[in-house]
């Protein structure tokens, strides 16, 4: 994959200086539900022989599993905490997600005790592992996501995961202004066109945090 280029990247997060013991890998919505070849969405869109979702699941199986095991890896030995984001409703008709988030929900069948709503094997949670579950785009709007990371002083957020666009930029944005130091592994996160995912990282380079690869993030986490 080529390079992102970024012609800014925002002052306040490239002073911060990264602490292991003070960081969280945070995984966004990695569910068979949109996160997973053989999930609900990717069952729709062969059904229906639309290829729209060819480039993000072909960059799930060859970059954000393996990228995602390995700084998994990389964040318990250094001392950091692994903390799971998931999205989708509690109640079976969905009644509980916002308005605009129900019909998605119920197309691929993404509410508890559904297999779509579970975190996928290739990157299941440990025991002990924070799992937080929302009905929104960004996580800091429906749940104690804030709370939980303040209390486990959480500093340096590295956020990997699906969509990048959508619920991974949101909830990146939404940590950074709340003064949390984000960086978006780039080389672990995707969505349905390379166009978004490339616009997500440059945008959110230039004023909200850093963008970096997964071997610069091992870097940090290991030196």
């Known amino acids: 994959m080529s390079q992102i280029n970024v012609d800014y990247v925002g002052q306040f997060n490239a002073e911060r200086i990264t602490e ?13 539900a949109t ?35 390995r700084l998994i890896k990389a964040m318990r030995a250094a001392g950091g905490k692994v903390v799971y984001i998931t999205i989708g409703a509690a109640l079976s008709d969905c009644s509980d997600a916002p308005v605009h988030m129900r019909s998605f ?27 937080v579950r929302k009905t929104s785009i960004g996580a800091f709007a429906s749940t104690g996501l804030d709370h939980l990371l303040r209390t486990m002083d959480r500093e340096h957020l590295f956020m990997v ?3 990048s666009n959508m619920c991974v930029e949101t909830t990146a944005r939404e940590a950074a202004d709340r003064g949390y130091a984000v960086t978006l592994v780039e080389d672990a996160c995707a969505t349905t066109h390379k166009e978004l995912h490339e616009g997500t990282m440059r945008n959110f380079a230039r004023f909200f945090g850093k963008v970096r690869s997964t071997d610069e993030v091992l870097g940090l986490l290991t030196s």
Not at 35 to 50: F, Q
Not at 112 to 126: K, S
């Open 20 to 32: 292991p013991a003070r960081s969280a890998l945070v995984i966004v919505d990695m569910q068979y």
């Open 105 to 131: 929900f119920q197309s691929v069948n993404n509410y508890e005790g559904q297999r779509a709503h579970q975190i996928i094997e290739e990157l299941a949670p440990e025991p002990g592992d924070p799992i």
């Open 161 to 163: 995961g699906v969509s």
């Open 35 to 69: 996160g997973h070849r053989s999930g609900p969405l990717a069952a729709k869109m062969k059904a229906e022989g639309n290829g729209v979702t060819d480039w993000r699941f072909d960059r799930i199986d060859a970059l954000v599993i393996p990228n995602t095991q």
